[in-house]
């Protein structure tokens, strides 16, 4: 059981397709996330909004294009992406708390781009 | 800005010692610090959180961890390790805006538990 929801949880698409990865929290928070997490690598911050606005794009490349219509819901559009773009999406979310702003996750959507 | 180092990506200890995964901290401000656990096809779950309240943390599955600011350490232990142990952990610091969080983590340790 989560409190970020994300679908789907596995896509394998091809260089020339369009798709869109989706996240819902259900946590009441207001900021949400993307992180990458490759083979090999630290996980990467893509992404940050906090109260529907975009406060943060870690120089991702445009075919990564993010939306987020309301504080419960994040999506992720996906165009013309390349093989080295395989990787766990993660979303995730956060509020201020009297113990700090801990941020949690889902469960992540495995990407195959072929 | 905040960073975390952890040593050692692979570590391996047989059921029933102890798990030990150390995590060293550079942040210019008291940090928060976290360790997540990410099981086998999941996304991280939090396993515990320092926030300036108490040195010594406690979090779930029998893990616990201490900060230490003049070693700028926050090590992972656990007495016994269990098989379900078996999975990767990452220690991350905070930096904190509020309304929003950057987390900057550690390249993770794979755990691996020997019967």
């Known amino acids: 059981e989560t409190g970020v929801t994300q679908t789907p949880r596995h896509l394998v698409m091809g260089m020339t397709n369009k798709k869109s990865l989706k996240c819902e929290q259900h946590l009441g928070h207001n900021a949400m996330y993307w992180y990458k997490q490759s083979a090999k690598k630290p996980l990467e911050l893509m992404f940050v909004y906090n109260f529907k606005e975009q406060t943060e794009n870690n120089s991702v490349p445009s075919r990564f294009s ?26 995730a979310s956060s509020s201020p708390d009297a113990s700090g702003n801990t941020i949690y996750f889902g469960e992540g959507s495995w990407l195959t781009v072929v | 800005a905040q960073s975390v180092t952890q040593l050692g990506s692979h570590v391996s200890v047989s059921e029933g010692a102890l798990v030990l995964l150390r995590c060293n901290y550079s942040s210019s401000v008291p940090p928060y610090l976290f360790w997540y656990v990410q099981y086998p096809n999941q996304g991280l779950q939090l396993l515990l959180k320092y926030t300036s309240a108490a040195t010594l943390v406690k979090g779930i599955n029998g893990f616990e961890a201490e900060f230490k600011k003049s070693e ?6 656990k007495p016994s390790a269990h098989m379900s142990d078996a999975a990767e952990y990452f220690c991350a610091v905070s930096d904190l805006n509020y309304g929003n969080n950057r987390l900057a983590f550690g390249k ?6 020997i019967p």
Do not use: M, R
């Not at chain 1, 994040?74 to 992406?81: A, D, G, S």
């Open chain 2, 72 to 77: 700028t350490s926050f090590h992972l232990t």
């Open chain 1, 66 to 91: 993010p939306e987020c219509p309301n504080s419960s819901h994040l999506f992720l559009h996906l165009h013309t992406l390349q093989p080295e773009d395989s990787a766990l999406y993660l979303c």
């Open chain 2, 108 to 113: 993770g340790n794979q755990v691996v538990v």
